[in-house]
């Protein structure tokens, strides 16, 4: 079986380094980029899986790096590595297209366990088949939205929520439970980016006037139509 491989970019050469050994003694390929700019050529040359990035880098941000991987490719796995812990920084790195966000210092346990995760999400994303939602279809392997002769692009995360709401179709879906399930988390930080997501999805889905994403307050979110 092939290793998967990953694109680490990470500027503090120390913790790249240890960050690649822990990860290839796990079985992953690890290609170590020292900024964002080589990153995102290796990037184009090689194809990696997912992508685990820092946020403070030289010459281009892992911000900026992840906005222009996400311009050309909707689906891959982005991984934020940062000391920043500000709301607005963790909702921005959501916004932006990132699957999870991990806070500095962190434990390689943690880490790893976060790539498996969305390794493992990826996998279930390819085999999920075309689903209907009211007038809209929705194409989850490939992320987008139809409605009658147009589409909406959905990001990893979009597409992943949406899904769990569909999967459970008026009924609630637990908050805490489903932000542990995409997030890794329920704290603060990620209640607050699901509530975006939640706003972004209800207008993504607005031409369609019997769906409603209800929000039940203190249990969750429940998916009518």
Known sequence: MSKTTILLAEDESALGLI???????RDFNVL???NGEIAFDVYKKQAPKILVLDVMMPKK?????AKEIRAIDNSIPIIFLTAKSQTKDVVEG???GGNDYLKKPFSM???IVRINNLLNRTQVQKKAEVIDIGRYTFDFPKQILHFESSEQPLTHREAHLLFHLVQ???????????LNKLWGTDDFFTARSMDVFITKLRKKLKKDDSIQIINVRGFGYKLVF
Do not use: H, P, Q
Request: proline share 0%.
């Open 168 to 178: 459970n179709k008026n009924k609630v879906l637990d908050r805490s439970l489903i």
């Open 94 to 96: 959501f916004n932006i």
């Open 61 to 65: 941000d892992g911000f900026t790096l």
């Open 19 to 25: 960050i690649k050994e822990s990860l290839e003694t």
């Open 32 to 34: 170590l980029c020292e």
């Open 109 to 111: 346990e943690e880490l």
